[in-house]
């Protein structure tokens, strides 16, 4: 099946600074892909669709000029926690679907872990 | 807002089978139901789909009832490896695009020697 990657794996930053994750489909082109937010123990929540080419769109409740994305080639999205802080420690996930599935399957990535001190 | 509830956590034993079910009361016409699974700090992966009706594959089976305002999934002759929290999902399409993207509370399954 198709492959999407992130890095880095985990992220330990203070507070006040940026950390940006990337978000990469290996083997297929993703004109879509998806952020998501994870606390522990908790769902998956939907931050934002990421577009190629063109503004990405934010879940309602989520700033965008506080998580910054960037969907600048068929393969790669990133995503920029700017001015991060304690309550934005969380999992972050990304995934993408392949145009060549004819099923609505999601690739998710393996994730990306942000503690913010 | 839409919500999709499912029970926290079951348990079970090897070689059993387990019905995990989903309530989804608000889906729509365009929606289509994922179910996935997740181990600790790992991303979801894909265990099945269905619009309505009856799905089988190699690992499971999804049961959607006609009024598709819940779900079923069924995992036959579970095994230790099995164990992880299992998402339902309720996505909306329109227009070629995806309009809708919920999961599930999650349900943690714990399989038993």
């Known amino acids: 099946g198709a492959v999407v990657s992130q890095h880095p794996s985990w992220v330990i930053c203070k507070s006040g600074t940026s950390v940006k994750i990337e978000c990469r489909s290996l083997d297929f082109q993703a004109t879509t892909m998806f952020w998501y937010r994870q606390f522990p123990k908790q769902s998956l929540m939907l931050m934002a669709t990421?577009?190629?080419?063109?503004?990405?769109?934010?879940e309602q409740g989520v700033e965008k000029d506080k998580f910054l994305i960037n969907h600048a080639s068929l393969t790669l999205s990133t995503l920029t926690v700017t001015s991060a802080h304690p309550e934005d420690s969380s999992f972050y996930i990304c995934?993408?679907?392949?145009?060549?599935?004819?099923?609505?399957?999601?690739?998710f990535g393996p994730g990306t872990r942000l503690t913010v001190t | 807002l839409a919500k999709t509830t499912q029970p926290i956590s079951m348990d079970s034993y090897e070689g059993q089978e387990v019905n995990i079910t989903c309530s989804h009361n608000n889906i729509a016409t365009n929606d289509y139901i994922t179910w996935y699974q997740q181990f600790p700090s790992q991303g979801p992966r894909f265990i099945i789909q269905g619009y309505k009706t009856k799905v089988t594959n190699e690992v499971a089976s999804l049961f959607i009832p006609a009024d598709r305002k819940s779900s079923t999934l069924s995992l036959p002759r579970v095994s230790l490896s099995d164990t992880a929290v299992y998402y339902c999902l309720v996505e909306g399409y329109y227009g070629g695009a995806t309009n809708k993207l919920i999961f599930g509370t999650g349900t943690l399954l714990a399989v038993q020697p």
């Open positions: 995934s993408a679907r392949d145009p060549r599935d004819s099923s609505y399957e999601q690739y």
């Open positions: 990421s577009n190629e080419g063109s503004k990405a769109t934010y």
